[in-house]
Structure formats: C-alpha cells, structure tokens
C-alpha cells in the first residue's frame, strides 16, 4: 500500500464525510455549519509542507470550505463538482498533473470515477463497500475524526517525508 502513496504530488480530498464527519447541520435561519478535526487541519499542513500540493473536490459549494481551505493553505479548491470525472479532469489539466501523480480521497459512490483513476485511493471505514473495494488504503479513523490526518500521514510515510515534519515537535 505504501508504494502506491509514494508518487503522489497532488492529494486531493472530498469533503462531507471525508474532512467532515458527513453530518449536515443548518441553523434556525438556514445557515450551514460544519465541524473540521483540528488534527485533519495539522496533517494537511505538515503534507503541503512536505511538497505535496493538496486539492478539494466537492459537489457541494460553501463559504465554509472556502475559508477552510484559505486557513490551511489549500492550493486547488474546486465545489459545486457535480460531475466529479469532469472537474478532476479539469483539475488536472489546469496544473499539469497526470492521474498517477494524485491521491484522492473519498467516502460515497459519487467519488469512485476519480478514486478509480489515481495512484493512491483512500477511503474512510464508514463507506459503502463497494468504495472501500476501490480503495487502495481504508483508514482506521472516521471522517471528520483523524482520517484525513491518517491519510497525509501514510503519505508523508511512503515518500519518506513523515519523520522530517514530525522532528521539529520532537525536540
């Protein structure tokens, strides 16, 4: 599994259920809200520090992401992908990388076209079977709790970069 995770150099995540633990919470006056892990949050940032690009892919469209994905640094950032295929497609062509230089991870049959694709796939344990049968990787922790941490961890892992981002905290 390791091996597939080392030639990433874009890792791209979905997010209800993935960077969210798939909970869809509205105020009284229709406001969504969502809940992100902290850890998820550190996990992205030690990757991109390792010199993987990271993406999001969602179907959905929020200022939520969007001020999420500015807070971590998040370098692509594509919502309302209602046609996952197409906007990873897109995705690829606007920054050059080839399906086997991505990860993608993802929780429901709407992500199986791109996790179908990539050199890395991973999934999260609460998934329909049949997405965790096309993952290269299922992570032990839910989404919204760890697992997007889990996955930037196996891939700084595989590329020999998780010691190195680890190393400043262990001083």
Known sequence: MLER????????????????DGGLYYTDAGEELKAFNSLDGHGLK??????????????RTSRLVEHRARNLGIDHLVQGAHDKLAS???????????????????????DLPVMRR???????PDS?????????????????????????????????TLEAQL????R
């Open 5 to 20: 995770a080392q030639p990433v150099r874009l890792m791209i995540f979905d997010v209800d259920g993935v960077m969210t």
């Open 128 to 160: 329909p079977t049949l997405v965790r049968q096309h993952a290269h990787y299922v992570t032990g922790a839910r989404g919204g709790h760890g697992a997007v941490r889990e996955a930037c961890e196996v891939v700084m892992q595989a590329q020999g």
């Open 118 to 124: 990539v050199a890395f796939a991973v999934a999260v």
């Open 167 to 170: 190393a400043p905290y262990l």
């Open 46 to 59: 030690m990757l991109r520090a390792s010199g993987v690009q990271l993406a999001i892919l969602t179907g």
């Open 88 to 110: 990873f497609q897109a995705l690829l062509a606007e920054t050059g990388f080839k399906p086997e230089d991505c990860g993608y991870m993802g929780d429901d049959v709407v």
